[in-house]
């Protein structure tokens, strides 16, 4: 494999994206210019691929650690790759998707269904009903020392959401609402009263469809 500096001019990534777009480069290359060099004994392109390469086999369990575990890539260029994802993610959504029913909820959120650790999930949304941000607050068994609205409702506020939809999965694959989820629930419920950020419902999630309780009647 050529290293960037032997291929010719039109097949580098720069003059390629300035001439044709980005959309016309491929993903190592848009890597590449991303990371814009490489490391001792490793050409950017290189190690362009191997990222690649991991984002293609556990792109939804990327994390800092598992980035920086490829040879070569420090924290610093890992950050800057995660950032970059989160950016396109909060604008592709942002743009598209608008939730108006648990269904969607479910939909929005599917890979969390099968999950083998509970993970509590907030979704924030303009006075449109459009997702400006999904957010895991955290992983782990539910109760309510954990689950503190401080945590729940910050992000909404620095979004200037008009609603929030929170959700959690079920690893046992229950639909049922436990006495936990209930109590958790009528707390935000009070909170969103007083932030002034409407809790529009609370999903569970399981690989076995979704309960709602807006839909129940509980919110």
Not at 77 to 103: D, F, G, H, V
Not at 124 to 149: C, E, K, M, W, Y
């Amino acid at each position: 494999m050529k290293r960037i500096k032997e291929l010719h001019k039109d097949d580098k990534p720069r003059e390629k994206l300035a001439a044709k777009g980005a959309q016309a480069l491929k993903n190592d290359e848009l890597l590449s210019m991303l990371l814009g060099s490489g490391v001792q004994g490793k050409d950017v392109r290189k190690l362009s691929k191997e990222i690649v390469s991991m984002l293609e086999s556990d792109f939804d369990n990327l994390t800092l650690d598992k980035l920086c575990d490829i040879h070569g890539l420090g924290i610093a260029k890992a950050s800057q790759i995660l950032a970059s994802i989160e950016l396109s993610k909060r604008y592709l959504i942002r743009n598209n998707t608008r939730i108006t029913s648990a269904k969607e909820v479910y939909d929005e959120l599917k890979p969390f269904s099968t999950k083998t650790q509970e993970h509590f999930l907030t979704i924030t949304l303009d006075g449109a009903s459009h997702i400006i941000n999904t957010r895991t607050v955290f992983i782990g068994t539910l109760n309510q020392s954990i689950v503190h609205p401080r945590e729940v409702f910050s992000d909404a506020i620095s979004d200037r959401a008009a609603g929030i939809i929170i959700a959690h999965n079920h690893p046992s694959g229950t639909l049922e609402a436990s006495r936990a989820d209930i109590q958790i629930t009528q707390r935000l419920k009070e909170v969103s009263k007083l932030v002034g950020i409407e809790l529009l419902d609370h999903v569970i999630l399981s690989k076995h469809g979704f309960y709602s309780f807006s839909d129940e009647g509980l919110l």
